[in-house]
């Protein structure tokens, strides 16, 4: 079936996702064995694809699509493009990729950092906070913060019907989304990591729990969507959802060391390769639909989800779980694997659907 989006659908760059992918697997290239040429060469071809199609350096913009129109890409497409960069500056720090980071931050910072979308915010706070790691510019960090204190400004009591609580998903009061509840969870995870302070993990597990107790089925490990004014919830199948998620339970478990979140994103991350998958020519891949069906915000959210399931490959497995670290790594390892051969162009841009076929026109 279609997918639908509410609003905002900002402008998007689909092969940014992608070089996210190339990225990331490059970037633990130790667990999954892969610390070759090959693809240590798809990593820089992708990115350097990247820079190329989207970055205009003299206005510090990333565009909308490939061919530019002369329109700049949305927000959030923004934020995650800046965290592309930033896996960039992680795998090749030669390459100059911090002076594409300061730039587009530059830029952002003469229009301002708040946002009416707090998910949007949240994925420009977690940019921040990975340049802060790699540059320790604390101006990086300050803004990180910043975004964080409107964020958990957000917590609500009054809302949504009989279920209680949660961060509004924008300034509206529409709903109150797994964006922006999981993933603050992990940007608060990331602060208390670098900062020690007690404060964003007493935020982090008041979102969690609320969010696992109301918005995670027990049953299956499928995360909602969002939970609307009138409390009734919205189930849609995005993998970003359940990704978010994970990685919410990741930063639970590395602040407590209590396993029941290991086994949570174990458990979670099993949903996702059980029923946000399709075939390709390699064997199931991560999905979210077809090119056609997977439209507007729905191309960016492989990235995020792929990038949690990256980072739980690096943990144990736990008991009461069926997945483990050396499946989930062949699974990754696959979807990388069926971009490179399956979905990409001669242009070195991508396909959403990472079984191919690459795609014929604008991206």
Not at 29 to 47: C, E, G, H, K, R
Not at 140 to 153: H, N, P, R, V, W
Not at 291 to 317: E, I
């Amino acid at each position: 079936s279609s997918v639908t989006l509410t609003p905002p659908v900002e402008p998007v760059m689909k092969v940014l996702l992608f070089v996210s992918v190339f990225f990331i697997a490059s970037s633990i290239a130790t667990p999954f064995d892969i610390i070759s040429d090959s693809y240590l060469n798809q990593a820089n071809v992708s990115i350097a694809s990247f820079i190329d199609k989207f970055y205009a350096r003299s206005q510090a913009v990333l565009w909308d699509k490939y061919p530019s129109s002369g329109n700049a890409t949305g927000y959030w497409t923004l934020a995650e493009g800046m965290a592309t960069i930033a896996d960039g500056m992680k795998v090749f720090p030669h390459a100059n990729y911090d002076n594409v980071f300061q730039a587009l931050y530059n830029k952002q910072a003469s229009a301002g950092f708040s946002r009416d979308w707090y998910d949007d915010e949240n994925w420009m706070a977690m940019a921040c906070v990975r340049a802060h790691q790699l540059t320790n510019n604390n101006n990086y960090l300050a803004t990180a913060i910043a975004l964080f204190k409107d964020i958990s400004a957000a917590w609500d009591t009054t809302c949504c019907g009989s279920i209680k609580g949660g961060v509004w998903w924008d300034r509206k009061h529409t709903q109150k989304a797994s964006a922006s509840n999981a993933g603050p969870v992990i940007l608060a995870g990331m602060l208390h990591q670098l900062t020690g302070e007690a404060v964003y993990l007493a935020f982090a597990s008041q979102v969690y729990n609320f969010w696992w107790t109301h918005m995670v089925n027990p049953s299956n490990y499928q995360v909602a969507d969002h939970i609307n004014t009138d409390g009734s919830i919205t189930w849609w199948k995005f993998t970003y959802n359940e990704g978010l998620m994970v990685g919410a339970s990741l930063a639970m478990y590395d602040a407590t060391k209590n396993t029941t979140f290991l086994r949570n994103a174990w458990n979670i991350a099993n949903f996702m390769l059980t029923n946000e998958v399709t075939n390709s020519a390699l064997g199931s891949v991560l999905y979210d639909g077809t090119d056609s069906q997977c439209t507007g915000d729905c191309q960016q959210f492989k990235g995020p989800a792929y990038r949690q399931l990256v980072a739980l490959s690096a943990y144990p497995a736990v008991s009461g779980t069926t997945l483990n670290p050396d499946s989930l790594k062949v699974f990754l390892k696959r979807c990388v694997d069926s971009l490179w051969s399956n979905a990409r162009t001669k242009q070195d841009t991508y396909a959403t659907n990472w079984a191919g076929p690459a795609p014929s026109g604008p991206i």
